[in-house]
């Protein structure tokens, strides 16, 4: 019997890569439900391939496909918690994902996780979501799957630091005086992967780093001290993994979304995959190490301190983060901006603790509010 996968966010970028995947293991998956944000036509065209028991478009009412189908924000918890649904891929973009995440883990479901925003806004009630309902987290973020492929098989005790690897963004030999003015489009023009342009401004701030560490911390259980990043511009090494004994393990290949996806499906087994592209240690050349540059990447301090800070601190982060891209993104702000506004949020922002959903969601919202009130001034 085929496993069902329902794939939240399906015309996005982790979306459609998700399918690309699954069409070539069709013996082993089913789409059983799809969802989209708007993009109606695209969405459509995927039902009529693919045939899923459930379709639903968060923002309009044309999302009613095949055999059941729904509208609205409510249509991600009713794909992610059906009976035929054995797999969630989440892939929405932003704190959207956060219900539907908790909903699935609380129904006994495997959430393949692409929207880091997730463990960042609530991580301790998504991991106390899993225990209860006996659901799993199987990261897809290309650095956590490294981590999860390197230590499967161990004991969590032999685990002793994360050092998880960033490609710099587009900015990486930039003035930071000369990043603080880039345009959209210079910030879109990522050097090695294709993603959506809210993580592409994320890696050009290195606030997706901050938010990877944030996630890593709740993944793998350690401390935030015991996750460090460094910038390495190939994109092929994903993450290092040290253990306890000082020996160091590392998962490399070449940048593509493709085989952390595969990974999360099929976790702890490994499918043969005839799309997947082999590596090469030639083809890759060269590969180099730097350190964070502090000045080039002020929003990732902010990151790191808001961890620190713990309660709804993260929450608040990512939060300010969101509204301020979106800013960026509509011209409305300059690139140097963002990390502005990310880092008046947090010091205007009174932390409590994260322990209900309705308290990250009041943390959510408070922190959206000063950032619009930041950025419209």
């Keep these: 019997m085929s496993v069902g996968v329902a794939i939240l966010g399906s015309t996005g970028s982790i979306g459609c890569t998700a399918l690309q995947v699954l069409a070539r293991q069709r013996d082993r998956f089913r789409v059983a439900a799809l969802t989209a944000h708007s993009n109606a036509e695209l969405l459509e065209r995927q039902a009529a391939e693919w045939q899923p028991g459930y379709v639903g478009l968060v923002n309009s009412g044309k999302g009613k496909r095949g055999q059941g189908g729904g509208e609205g924000a409510a249509c991600l918890v009713e794909a992610a918690t059906r009976p035929d649904v054995h797999i969630v891929l989440n ?46 987290i199987i990261p897809v973020d290309s650095e956590h799957s490294a981590v999860l492929q390197c230590i499967t098989g161990r004991r969590p005790t032999e685990l002793a630091r994360l050092i ?58 350690l401390t935030y001290d015991a996750v460090e990043v460094v910038v390495h511009p190939q994109s092929v090494v994903h993450a290092f993994v040290e253990f306890v004994d000082g020996s160091v393990l590392a998962q490399v290949g070449f940048p593509t979304m493709e085989l952390p996806i595969l990974y999360a499906l099929t976790h702890p087994d490994r499918v043969p995959d005839a799309g997947a592209r082999r590596f090469d240690p030639v083809a890759a050349g060269t590969l180099t190490f730097e350190p964070v540059r502090a000045a080039l990447y002020p929003a990732y301090a902010s990151g790191r301190a808001a961890a620190a800070a713990g309660g709804t601190t993260t929450t608040a982060f990512n939060a300010a983060n969101e509204v301020a891209v979106e800013r960026f993104l509509e011209g409305r702000i300059r690139f140097g901006r963002i990390a502005e506004t990310v880092a008046s949020v947090l010091d205007a922002y009174e932390p409590t603790d994260a322990e209900s959903l309705e308290a990250v969601l009041a943390a959510d919202a408070e922190a959206r509010r000063l950032a619009r009130e930041a950025t419209c001034s």
Excluded: C, Q
Aim: aromatic share 4%; net charge neutral.
């Design 164 to 221: 998880l690897t960033a490609s710099g963004g587009p900015f990486r030999t930039w003035d930071p005086a000369r990043v603080a003015d880039a345009t959209v489009d210079e910030a879109l023009r990522h050097p090695t992967w294709k993603m959506g342009k809210k993580i592409t401004v994320d890696s050009a701030t290195l606030v997706n780093k901050a938010l990877e560490v944030i996630e890593a911390h709740f993944l793998f259980g």
């Design 91 to 136: 892939g929405i973009v932003g704190a959207a994902g956060l219900e539907a995440t908790l909903a699935a883990l609380e129904a006994g479901k495997r959430v393949a996780l692409a929207n880091k925003e997730t463990l960042v806004m609530a991580g301790e009630l998504v991991t106390r979501a899993a225990r209860r309902g006996g659901g799993e």
